[in-house]
């Protein structure tokens, strides 16, 4: 570590910041990537400078003749001693808000159940919602903060969290409470986006009427929350035996009209036209994709829906994959997500993320690192401010141990990250 790093970050908190002698890895833009050529396509510079004035990056280029570590004209300068130093990791797909625990549904995948069995029998999420309804505030602020912090120490500055896990109306609100005032806390390592996803499962109370369920949201929930603006995204569970097309649809419209970004769980049981819906709305991201179809991947394409993969989730569930390689050779913007959540994925693994989208989807590592920074950004609409090292953006960045980016996948699962930067502050891996 550069001298004088712990000292700064105990005593000054500074959002100015030079730093220099880094290997600059990072793909360029203020839209998402699409296709083999623009997403392999990594701007590298070696021994390069970034200037962050204020949290935003003033400076990219080459050295301007810095050799000295310390606080000199306002600037806390740091030597990256040639390391990589990529652009914040975007997580933009999870669920980190809720309490209690599935091991029991892990064990019993482990022996053979699916986890729509599981599901159809009260399992699932419903097994969490139950649990989430009778916490506090406090007990779920926690448990995501402990969640970020964990995130944070694996490079990811961005993340999006979704509600869901309440689905009566305090709890929620309650959820996307919790979402907001981890969002205000001025020391806060990661920015988070908060989506709104009511429509995860039919709850009990609406047990056999989801068109009922649906009303409910349109009619009470989607006004509330664009009045309170407690989120910035609108997904739903679009899969068999959950939301249909037709209920999806008529949801998603209704939260277009509230001014909501719109997202879907697409195709990731079954193929049910999840994608072709997403591309017929214009949706911002069509999520999972396991089973996307030929049709659905040419009309994805064509509206320009950004296509984000989980692959934790396949791993975890031992589905198949989705097909990252042929996605990507169509032409798609892929993004990269971790679906963080307490059933189908409890990790928030990027290095894991990144070996599997690698080894099982035929992802490059190049195409792999433009998926989980400037696409995952594209997948929040803010590609126009992160997700990568440029002028005029957010001086969100992440410093890995080594010169060569590929240790991100070649290491498999272990942590590459030495220090993350956040609004130009740098919080090491020991700090
Ligand atoms: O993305 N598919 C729905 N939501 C999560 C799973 C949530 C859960 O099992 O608690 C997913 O896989
Ligand atoms: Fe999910």
Redesign the pocket.
Known sequence: MGCGCRNFIDNSMTENLIIFNARLVTPTGTSARCGAQEMNHLHILDNATVEITKGIITYVGASRGETRDGYYNHFWHYNARGKCLLPGFVDS?T?PV?DGE?ADEFNRRLRGES?LSI?QSGG??AA?VRATRNATYYTLRARAETLLKQMSLMGVTTVEAKS??GLDRDTELMLLRVIQGLQRDEHRRVDIVPTYLGA?AIPAEYAGRPDDYIDFITGEMLPHIARHRLAAFCDV?C?AGVFSVEQSRRLLTAARRYGFGLKL?AD?LASLGGAELAAELHAVSA??LLHVSEAGIRQLRAAGVVATL?PL?AFILKAPYAPGRQLIDSGLAVALAT?L?????FSGSVPLTFALACIYMGLTIEEAITAFTLNGAAALNRADTIGSIETGKQGDMVLLNTDNYHQLTYYVGMNSVIATIKGGVIHPLNG
């Open positions: 797909h669920h809720f599935r986890y599901m699932g999420i969490t869901g896990y995860h569970f899969e769980h990731e999520d999972h989980l989730t679906d959540n307490p059933g189908s994925a």
